[in-house]
């Protein structure tokens, strides 16, 4: 298994990033996928998930309305869009197979200036 982040970088606050998750190894489509995000100091926490066969997706509370999740099954890829960012969203985001924290990638690393 996988999994290889890219699209983070350096925006200002109310700015936009599209984060790709290229992943290999496994069937993709039948799997639910995450984002993660792990914050200066802090512990791994759930982003978003979005489910393998209805599309459904759960987010966080503090992110929901301003952050996207979706997939492409046709290029094994989750996607995770989020708009008006934030300094507080600062942090590595992980892409995760299923619906845990593992497997999942090496990282993007977003920061949000203020």
């Known amino acids: 298994v996988q999994l290889v982040e890219s699209g983070g970088g350096l925006v200002q606050r109310g700015g936009s990033l599209r984060l790709s998750c290229v992943t290999s190894?496994?069937?993709?489509?039948?799997?639910?996928m995450t984002w993660l995000r792990q914050a200066p100091g802090m512990g791994l926490g759930w982003v978003a998930s979005i489910h393998s066969d209805t599309g459904a997706a759960y987010y966080t509370d503090s992110v929901k309305g301003r952050f996207t999740i979706s997939r492409d099954n046709a290029k094994n890829t989750p996607y995770l869009q989020m708009n008006n960012l934030e300094p507080e969203d600062t942090a590595v985001y992980y892409c995760?197979?299923?619906?845990?924290?593992?497997?999942r990638g090496q990282g993007t690393q977003v920061t949000v200036s203020a």
């Open positions: 190894g496994f069937s993709f489509s039948q799997y639910s």
């Open positions: 995760a197979k299923g619906s845990g924290y593992a497997p």
